[in-house]
Each structure stands twice: as C-alpha cells, then as structure tokens.
C-alpha cells in the first residue's frame, strides 16, 4: 500500500478521497490555489501546497506544477477525483512516466473512450449495442447533413471529443440543421479544442442508466449494479438513484454483464462507468463511459457496502479486487441529490457568495458529502456543486421521505441553492411513481409548486422579521446604572 497520495482536485471530491486514504493509512497531500486556501479539504489533507496560476483553473490544470508538487511533497500516487484532469490520457501518461502511479485508468483506455467515434467503434466491435449513427467524426456540415437525412430526424449533434453536455444540440428537422450544427462546433471548440461532431439518432425521452464497474490489473472485473440518472437539467445531472425503478434482476445482471464486456474490450482497470440509454421498451444502448469516479458513486456505495475510493487506491497499488461478482447484493435503495450554488427561483443561474451559516442534516440514513464550512467563499471560478446529499433506506419509499425530511432540515445562509427545487421533485407525482425519464424537467415537472415554495419562503422570513421587531418593542429593557461599579463587584470585592 501507498504511504502518500496527492489528490490533484478539490472540494467535495477531494475531502471524499482524503478520508478514504486516511482510513487506509495512507498520507494525503492537497493542492489549492489562492482562492481555495480556506476550504476544508486543505485542513483536511496531511499536507498541502499552494498553486502558483494566472487563473484559479489553471493551476488545477497544470499538469508539470501537479506532478512536481507530488515529487517534493513524497507521493507515490495521484488521484485525479473527478472534472479538470481525471480523463485527460496525457495526465496519466505523465504521472506514469514521471515514476508516480495514477489512481485510474491506462492512458489508452482514456484515449479510445474519450473519443465519442473511437468509442462507438470498439464497443460495436464488441458486441455492445450503441444508438445508430455515425463512427467516425464530421468537420464537413454538407456530409453531415447527408448522414442526417438517412438516419432520420430528430437527431442530436455530440462534441465528439468531451461530453457533459457541451457541444450538444437537438436537430429535429433539416430547417433547424445548419444553426444547430454550426452552434454545436462552436462550443465544442471553445470547450474542447475540437470542433469535430459526431451524430446519433435521437431516443425521445429514454431514462439515463449507468453501470459501474470496477477491475483490477489481475484481470477480476465486477459490476455493481446501476444508477438512474435520469434527473437532468441542461443533460446535467441532478437527482440520482439506485437501483432504478425500471430494472429488473435479469437486466440488472445483462446490462452489467454487457458493460464488464465493454470495459474489457478498452483494457479497462480501475472504477469505470458504462452509460447506457433505456427506452420505453426496455432496449439499451452504449451512450459513452465515464473513465473516472463519477460524482453520484455513493448511492451505490449505499446499497452494496463497497467503499469504491478505497478500492481505487487498493487497486493502483496492485491488490486484487476484494471481493466477486457474487459478493455483491443490492440492499435497499439510495438517492442522492445535487447542492448546487444556483438559484432555482431564476432560472436556476449560477451564484456566488460566502456561506455565513451552515446547518447540515443528520440521522439514521443520512450522509452528506461536502467541500464547504461556514466562512467558505464560493466564487465564480468553478462549478457549482457545493455538497451532495445522500440518503439510505430500507425501500424507496423509506427513502423519498428521509431525503424530504433532510432537505427541509438543511441550511446554507448567504447564497441560494438547489434545495427547494428537489424538495420539489421528492413531491412530484412522476419522480414517487418511479415513471420519469431524462425529459422530467422540460415535460413533467410543475413550476408553480417552486412559486408557491418561494411565495411561502417569503412570507415565512417576513413572519419572523415582524415577530423579532415586535419582541424588541414590547421587552422591557434595564436601565442603565448611575453608579460607576456594580454592587455585585463592591460586595465581592476583598480589602486589602
């Protein structure tokens, strides 16, 4: 085992890595800009060292400064969490020629399922089934709009070298193609470096199921089980669960056994998820692989009892898989809920501030996985995601309610956040029912509850300004002393 690693991240994930090394007996060394200096992973972590950028990102990018902070500071292994440089193959390749070992993947692994089309292409080579559409990458729009037509509307444009999102547009006739494919490249340059698309045809509105999956460099591979993430707002996760409401035993094992397959056919080692799209006849296909720990991966902590950050360490430092494929059982049911900095009364727009009181919830079944404390500054220079929520219990009903029960109980004073929306979603007739899919917030979810949510809030705050002015007003408040000492102090005091 690892005496030391640097976790080349920050916030929630990097306190979440920091304490799996910790129980590990492992050392851990954080990274921080400036701007991150009083967050608690820095406090959290063994040792720390600063980040020397123009811009906060990047510092967190730096691949040199990065690999030259793990040398001084002793580390024999970095872990890359999640987001900046957890699926860059260069990074990797770098850690494993500077001598230190990266906690994931093998750079080629991250190269082929990094790459939309190189992906595609393996995992139809291997048997994996995968939504039509192109396998090669398109620059050129007059091709692209030919394939369009023979694949058939509607069809969605993908940034063929990254994903979350950006560089995605819905193409639902050839009058809207040009404008989408043309807007698409654009921001797939911007966020990517590459304007290369790829097309798909479009599932309408399928459910979001994932497969994790995690493998040794032995050759032991085991899946454990799925995630719906079918919540999304922006094709941005919100809500989690596991297991899924649509999934059986028997596609519960099909599915994980078509992702190990996948995973094996890239040479895969380390924790890994197959994202798959689910349609209403309960057909799957390949949408892409997340070559990283994801950020939902506690809810299936929850329900296998599998610590997936310190299996990742155990296995980089060449230990076998502790466990079999039949070790594992899904007992009960988790979901996990996204706090995000970002106002859900207006448009759910991004916001800044600093956290002046902090009140996280607790109780049986409840775990919050957090990057901030009271006094923390939340700024402009990274996303939103402040903490996750995650409840355990013994059914999905069970659940539902312990996770309404720990969003109405949470408070984050000085900035607004996600929480009353997923108060929201717990109340959804759709979301309790279990009959939901990736299209929930455009077609289903009901806005006016969050009006009526806001109406209440205000009147609940304008409630207890007037309550607090009236208790001033009618309390009787003492008078001040004419003598000079108290009566108290004259009485106590000894003589001399």
């Not at 995601?385 to 659940?399: D, F, M, Q, S």
């Amino acid at each position: 085992m690892f005496k030391r690693i640097l976790v080349a991240n920050r916030g929630e994930i990097a306190v979440r890595i920091i304490r799996a090394a910790k129980d590990l007996g492992v050392d851990s060394v954080a990274i921080y800009h400036e701007v991150d200096k009083g967050m608690p992973y820095v406090h959290y972590a063994d040792y720390a060292y600063q980040l020397v950028s123009d811009t906060p990102k990047q510092g967190y990018l730096d691949i040199n400064q990065i690999i030259e902070i793990a040398k001084k500071s002793g580390a024999e292994a970095i872990h890359p969490g999640y987001g900046f440089l957890s699926e860059n193959a260069k990074f990797s390749k770098a850690v494993s020629d500077s001598g230190l070992k990266f906690i994931g993947p093998k750079p080629h692994a991250i190269e082929v399922m990094g790459s939309k089309t190189k992906a595609r292409e393996l995992m139809a080579k291997a048997g994996v089934p995968i939504v039509p559409g192109t396998q090669e990458k398109i620059i050129d729009m007059k091709i692209a709009y030919q394939i369009a037509e023979e694949i058939g509307y509607p069809i969605l444009l993908k940034a063929s070298a990254g994903g979350g999102g950006k560089g995605m547009r819905r193409v639902g006739s050839k009058d809207e193609f040009q404008s989408a494919f043309e807007a698409a490249q654009r921001e797939s340059l911007k966020a990517f470096g590459d304007d290369s698309i790829y097309i798909e045809k479009l599932i309408e509105n399928p459910r979001h199921i994932e497969i994790q999956i995690i493998g040794d460099e032995h050759g032991n591979y085991v899946h454990l089980g799925e995630r719906d993430c079918s919540i999304q707002r922006r094709h941005q996760k919100v809500i989690e669960e596991a297991p899924s409401t649509v999934l059986d035993s028997g596609l519960r094992n099909k599915m994980g056994e078509v992702a190990i397959n996948a995973a094996k056919a890239c040479g895969y080692v380390n924790a890994g998820t197959i994202e798959f799209l689910f349609d209403t006849n309960k057909n799957f296909y390949f949408l892409e692989m997340n070559t990283r720990l994801q950020v939902e991966h506690p809810i299936t902590e929850m329900v296998t009892n599998v610590d997936l950050a310190k299996e990742q360490i155990r296995i980089a430092a060449g230990e076998k898989l502790s466990f079999k494929q039949e070790d594992i059982a899904w007992v009960g049911h988790s979901i996990e809920c996204r706090i995000n900095a970002e106002d859900p009364f207006n448009n759910f727009m991004p916001v800044t501030g600093v956290v002046n009181y902090l009140r996280e919830p607790g109780g049986r079944g409840v775990r919050v996985d957090s990057g901030i404390e009271n006094g923390s500054e939340i700024t402009i220079h990274f996303d939103s995601l402040l903490a996750k929520l995650v409840i355990y219990g013994r059914n999905r009903t069970e659940a539902i309610s312990r996770m309404k029960r720990a969003l109405s109980h949470y408070r984050i004073k000085g900035l607004k956040t996600s929480v009353p929306f997923e108060l929201a979603v717990m109340d959804s007739p759709e979301f309790v029912n279990g009959n939901y899919n990736t299209g929930f917030i455009e077609n289903n979810f009901d806005f006016n509850r969050l009006k009526e949510m806001k109406k209440e809030y205000e009147e609940m705050v304008a409630a207890i300004a007037a309550y607090s002015y009236n208790l001033l007003r009618s309390s009787k408040l003492p008078k001040p002393s004419k003598e000079k000492s108290s009566k108290w102090k004259l009485s106590a005091r000894v003589e001399r």
